[in-house]
């Protein structure tokens, strides 16, 4: 499980799936993703989609490019999906997640 974790958080840039990680331990996907969701409690694509999302603050807190770059950058591929689930998780939009840490670095 560790050594499917190391692989999602390097590769998480790169277009990879369930096959990639569960290749990269040697187990077929379908035995990977059961115990990789039993060790961990979440499913590697879960896992895979929460790097992304953690990457993706950082780049809206440390920078200023735009939201087609980070997604990009971060493994999503496009803006409208990367905004689409960042909103789905967070709660809220990539630009108001900006916004919203920046008002509060400011505060401090």
Excluded: M
Aim: proline share 3%; hydrophobic share 30%.
């Amino acid at each position: 499980i560790s050594n499917a974790k190391r692989f999602i958080e390097n590769n998480y840039k790169n277009s990879i799936n369930l096959k990639d990680i569960a290749d990269s331990v040697n187990l077929s996907p379908i035995y990977f993703h059961n115990i990789f969701t039993n060790a961990c409690g979440v499913s590697p694509h879960d896992y895979l989609i929460d790097c992304r999302i953690t990457e993706a603050k950082k780049q809206l807190w440390d920078s200023d490019k735009n939201l087609d770059f980070i997604a990009q950058n971060c493994g999503f591929g496009c803006a409208q999906y990367f905004s689409r689930i960042f909103k789905k998780i967070t709660g809220i939009t990539p630009g108001k997640y900006r916004k919203e840490v920046q008002q509060n670095y400011l505060e401090d």
